[in-house]
C-alpha cells in the first residue's frame, strides 16, 4: 500500500517527484472521454520507467495466442485495445540540452488531476546537468465535448538563463504494446504529412483494417504575444513533428498550445480521415484552449449533476468516490453500442481493453441509475449483437441447438481467453449477462426489451446450461462439474454453488420471460420461437427438470452453501494466521500452493448471495458472510465492494466501512501493488455500490426503489443522485434522517424503510427510521 496521494475533495494531487512511483501515477492520472484515453506519460521526452499509452476506443488487434501447451478450443487470438498514436509528445531542449526529467534536479513538482473540470494539470522546477533552471507547467485535457479531439497548454519559464529553446511537438505512432506476444508492432503507416504548424499520422491496424489518423495544429506564444519563431517540419517512419526555434529571456514565458484529434475508420471513411482530422483541428484552434477548456467544465458539470457523491466529514472518502466516478465517466459514456468498458478502462494494457462479466455484475448498477436509459440498453445491445459469436463459441466446445456461451474476454464477440480452467470453465459468466438483462427490466421497466432482444438471449443462455449440466446416477441429482466460479483461485471443481444456482435462475428467468414475452407479444414470441427452432415441450421440460432435481451443495453442519464439493477438505486457516509477508499469494506463492489453499480471491458464494439476495433469510446470509470472509484475499479488486454491501446489509457498519475504503481507495493507494499496470474500472463501479447500495441500502422492491440507509459513524453526511425512469432524485443521510428531493415534475412513489412514501415533483421528503 502507499499513501502519497494528498487528500483533496475534488482533486487528486502529487507533490514532490518520485521516479518510483510514476508509472501508478501514470495510471491514476490518466485521462479520457469515452472514445479515447490515455495514460498521464510526460509530455517532454523521458528517459526513466514509464508505460506508453494512448487508447482510442474499440481500436483493437488480435494478438496471436501464445500458450505453453495448446488446447483444442483456445482461441488464436487475444484481440487487445492497441497503445495507439502518441498525441501528447512536446520534446524540449534548453540551449541544445534535453529535457529529461530523469535527468534533472526536480523541485516543486506537482501533479493536479481536477476532477470537478476534468483536466491533468503538472508543474515543476528543473536545473539541468549544465545548471539551467526552467519552470514548467502544462495542462491537458481529453475534451469530452468533443470526443474526438484533446489539447495541451505547456508553459515553459528560464528562471537562470536567456537562451535558444527548441521546442518539437509530434505525434509519433512509432509505438508498440508491452504486452505484444510476439514483440510485434501492430499498426502499419498509411500516410502522413508534417507541417509548419502541425501534421497527422495515419495509421492502419495489422490484420483488423482499422484505420485511425491523428493530427495536430499548434501556435506558440512568447509572454501572451505571438512568438518570433523558426519552424522546420520533420518526418520518420510513422512520426511527424515541427522543430520550432525561439529565443527566450530570462523569466520569460514561452506557451504552446498543441491541439489534438484522432478520428477514426470506426466513424469515418478511411480515405477521408485526413481530410476531416484537418477540418476538426482547424474547428478547435480557432476556438482555442480557453474555450475548449471551458466547455470541458461545462460537460464536466452535467455529469457531476447527475454522479456526484458528496461525503461530508471524510475528505479522503470523499475524494475517493469522486476518483472512481471521474474514472468511470472517462471510459465509457454509453453514445455507441459497439464500444464496452474494459476492466482497465483507457489507464493501461492489462485485460486488453476487453469486455468481461464485470460490465455486467459491476457497471450496469452504476449506469442504469446515473446515466440515461440508452447508455446500459447500450451495453446490452452489445452483447445481443455478439449471440451468433456466442453460439459459434459454444458449437466449438460441443454444444448444440442454439446453445451460447458469452466469451470470458472478448472485442467482437470471439473468445480471447486462453487458459483452459477460464475460457472452458469461467462459465458464471454466461449467468452475469442473463442478470444484467433482469436487472435492466426491473429496473427501467422496458419490458418491450425482452420481446425484441432480451429473451432470444435468454433462451440461448438457458441452453447451454441445461446441456452443461449432467444426470448423477450417483446423487439423482443433475450436478455441473469441472468449472471455475468467481474465485479463480480454485479451478476445475465440481459443483460450484454460485455458478449452480446461476444456471438454475437462468432457466428459471427464461420461462418466466417466455409468459411475460408470450403476454406481451404472442406474435414476436412465435417468431422468435420459429427463429431460434425452440421446442417448449422438450426444451422447456428439460429445463424445469434441472430446476427442480439440481444439486447445490450444502454443509448441514454449518449450515452454508459450499463453495464446491470438496472444500471443506482444504486445510481450514483464516487470513488472519497468514503470516502479512505471504500476502498477496498470488505474488506470493507457488499457484498449485494456491489452488490446494481455502483461500478465495474474491466474493464466490456471497457473490450469489449479493445477486439473490431476496432469497435468503438475513441468518443464512450472515451465516455465509461470517464463514467466507475471513477466508477471502481479496485479491480481486472486484470483492471488497460485494463484502461491504453484505455486511452493510448485517448492519455490521464498521466492516461495511472498512471495505468500502478499501474498494474506494484500491488505486489511489495501490492497495494491490498493481496499479501501475492501469486502475481498476470496472470495481469503481462496485464502489459507487458500496454507498448506494450498501450505505444507502438501495434496491428495487415491489417496482419501486427502496431505501434502508445508515450513516457510517465517521460522516455528518452523504448524499447522491439517482435517475430512476425519467426522474431524478437526490438522496442525503444524515443524522436527522434521509432526506429525499425530487428534482423533477412528476411524483416517485418509494420505499425508505420500509414504508411506502411519495415525493411530488419538485418537493422534498425527510423520513426517518
Ligand atoms: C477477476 C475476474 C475479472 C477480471 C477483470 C480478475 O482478476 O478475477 O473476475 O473479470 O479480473 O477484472
Known sequence: MK?????????????????????????????????????????????????????????????????????????????????????????????????????????????????????????????????KIVEVEAIRFCSMADDETGAIKYSIKPINFSGELTITPSIDG???????????????????????????????????????????????????????????????????????????????????????????????????LAELTYAVLDKISAKGFDTMMAEQAEAWAKKWELNDIIIDGDVSAQQAIRFNIFQLNQTYTGE??????????????????????????????????????????????????????????????????????????????????????????????????????????????????????????????????????????????YVMLGVTGPNEYENNINNNWYTSTLAVWCMEYALEVIEKVKSIDNAKYEALVAKINFDIITEGERFKHIIANMYL??????????????????????????????????????????LRSCYIKQADVLQGIYFFEDQYDIDTIKRNFDYYEPRTVHESSLSPCVHSILAAKLGDEKRAYEFYLRTSRLDLDDYNNDTEDGCHITSMAGTWMSVVEGFGGMRMREDKLSFQPFLPEKWASFSFHIGFRGITIKVTVSKDGVKVQNLSDQNIDLLVYGKEQTVAGGAEGIFAN
Open 553 to 594: 451443495p450444502y454443509d448441514e453442519k454449518q449450515q452454508i452453501f459450499l463453495q464446491q464439493d470438496g472444500y471443506l477438505d482444504k486445510e481450514q486457516i483464516l487470513v488472519k494466521d497468514l503470516p502479512a509477508t505471504d500476502r498477496p499469494i498470488n505474488q506470493k506463492w507457488s499457484w498449485d500452493r494456491i
Open 174 to 272: 512509432d509505438v508498440k504494446n508491452q504486452d505484444s506476444n510476439y514483440d510485434e508492432k501492430f499498426w502499419d503507416e498509411v500516410s502522413k504529412e508534417a507541417k509548419q504548424d502541425g501534421g497527422y499520422v495515419q495509421m492502419r491496424t495489422k490484420k483488423t483494417g482499422f484505420e485511425v489518423a491523428t493530427g495536430m495544429k499548434f501556435n506558440l506564444t512568447l509572454d501572451g504575444n505571438a512568438a518570433e519563431i523558426i519552424a522546420e517540419p520533420i518526418d520518420k517512419e510513422k512520426y511527424v513533428g515541427t522543430v520550432v526555434k525561439l529565443k527566450a529571456g530570462e523569466g520569460q514565458t514561452v506557451t504552446l498550445y498543441k491541439y489534438a484529434a484522432n478520428l477514426s475508420s470506426q466513424n469515418h471513411p478511411s480515405d477521408q
Open 3 to 131: 499513501d502519497y496521494i494528498k487528500i483533496d475533495e475534488w482533486k487528486i494531487i502529487e507533490e514532490g517527484f518520485d521516479p518510483h512511483v510514476h508509472k501508478v501515477s501514470e495510471s491514476i492520472f490518466s485521462l479520457g472521454n469515452g472514445r479515447m484515453g490515455q495514460r498521464a506519460n510526460f509530455e517532454e521526452a523521458y528517459s526513466g520507467e514509464s508505460l506508453l499509452g494512448n487508447y482510442v476506443a474499440g481500436v483493437y488487434y488480435p494478438d496471436k495466442t501464445r500458450v505453453g501447451w495448446w488446447k483444442n478450443g483456445y482461441p488464436e487470438y487475444f484481440a487487445k485495445v492497441l497503445n495507439a498514436a502518441n498525441w501528447v509528445g512536446i520534446d524540449v531542449q534548453l540551449d541544445g540540452e534535453q529535457l529529461d526529467l530523469a535527468k534533472c534536479e526536480v523541485s516543486e513538482f506537482r501533479r493536479e488531476l481536477n476532477m470537478k473540470d476534468g483536466y491533468l494539470k503538472r508543474n515543476f522546477t528543473a536545473k539541468t546537468a549544465s545548471g
Open 336 to 477: 455507441d453500442d459497439r464500444l464496452n468498458i474494459g476492466p482497465k478502462g483507457f489507464t493501461g494494457e492489462k485485460y486488453g481493453g476487453s469486455t468481461y462479466w464485470d460490465t455486467e455484475a459491476y457497471c450496469v448498477p452504476f449506469y442504469l441509475s446515473t446515466a440515461e436509459q440508452r447508455v446500459t440498453r447500450n451495453l446490452l445491445l452489445y452483447r445481443y449483437k455478439q449471440l451468433g459469436k456466442a453460439i459459434e463459441n459454444a458449437a466449438l466446445l460441443g454444444f448444440k441447438n442454439g446453445a451460447a456461451l458469452y466469451p470470458m474476454v472478448t472485442m467482437d464477440g470471439t473468445e480471447c481467453h486462453n487458459e483452459w480452467e477460464i475460457t472452458f470453465e469461467e462459465i458464471h459468466r454466461n449467468g452475469a449477462i442473463a442478470f444484467a438483462i433482469y436487472n435492466y427490466v426491473r429496473y427501467t421497466g422496458d419490458e418491450a426489451y425482452l420481446a425484441d432482444y432480451g429473451l432470444e438471449v435468454l433462451l440461448a443462455i438457458a441452453r447451454f446450461w441445461s446441456q452443461r449440466v449432467n444426470w448423477s446416477e450417483d446423487k439423482q441429482q
